[in-house]
């Protein structure tokens, strides 16, 4: 069965330093996608960044990259020069390719950022 | 012109009632879907549509029914509100079964007192 591991319930970070947020899956798929998504106090999901398992270079879109590590079976965020804003829940998630099609979260993980 | 919008934003209820949710995307995507948020964060599919057809059908009592008129529409019917039906229902659309990311709507809190 397919799952998605996020064990860091809380994170603080100062800012403007960079922050690592941990995601392991767990899939017997070849084929499947990754995601980050930040819910914000207002509640809604924003897309942050997407790794396909075939792509060999770690995805990076603007402050957020995504380290990609496909034996570990982990895709963790990396938050550079963190922002008061991106104070949040991140939630990683998983899409398969190979006929479920549905796209899983993981728990969450509630991001602090401190003056 | 908002991408994927959910009527209404809130529902405040007794138990027992009959509620519907509405969602409609503009973006031309050909699946939509429903997930529930629970109190703790946690993120749950409950239904997909493709082009209309029902695709995913999670262990969701049959007491939610999703119906989709078109593709760019897709609502969810709740018979018989208990309270753990509390949630946030969230719609969400995406290009199509093999698609990148889903688009979400602004989301439904349901209160079931």
């Known amino acids: 069965a397919q799952k998605i591991t996020q064990t860091q319930p809380g994170m603080f970070v100062q800012e403007k330093e960079a922050v690592t947020l941990d995601c392991t899956y767990d899939?017997?798929?070849?084929?499947?996608?990754l995601f980050w998504y930040k819910q914000p106090s207002s509640g809604e999901m924003i897309f942050l960044i997407y790794?396909?398992?075939?792509?060999?270079q770690n995805a990076t879109e603007g402050r957020y990259s995504l380290n990609f590590q496909k034996a570990r079976k982990s895709a963790n965020l990396v938050i550079s020069a963190s922002q008061l804003g991106d104070s949040a829940m991140y939630f990683c998630?998983?899409?398969?390719?190979?006929?479920?099609?549905?796209?899983?979260f993981g728990a969450g993980t509630r991001l602090f950022v401190k003056a | 012109d908002t991408a994927v919008s959910q009527t209404p934003k809130y529902l405040v209820t007794q138990m027992g009632n009959d509620k519907s949710i509405k969602c409609e995307q503009n973006?031309?995507?050909?699946?939509m879907y429903w997930y529930k948020q629970d109190s703790k964060k946690f993120l749950k599919i409950m239904f997909s549509?493709?082009?209309?057809?029902?695709?995913i059908n999670e262990t969701v009592p049959n007491r939610f029914s999703p119906k989709s008129p078109d593709k760019a529409h897709l609502n969810l019917h709740i018979n018989s509100l208990e309270l753990g039906d509390s949630a946030v229902y969230f719609c969400?659309?995406?290009?199509?079964?093999?698609?990148?990311?889903?688009?979400f709507g602004e989301g439904s809190r349901l209160t079931v007192l």
């Open positions: 969400a659309s995406s290009f199509g079964t093999e698609a990148g990311e889903l688009f």
């Open positions: 549509y493709n082009n209309k057809e029902l695709i």
């Open positions: 973006l031309g995507h050909d699946t």
């Open positions: 899939t017997s798929d070849q084929s499947y996608g």
């Open positions: 998630a998983m899409r398969d390719y190979t006929g479920g099609f549905k796209t899983i």
């Open positions: 790794q396909g398992s075939y792509d060999e």
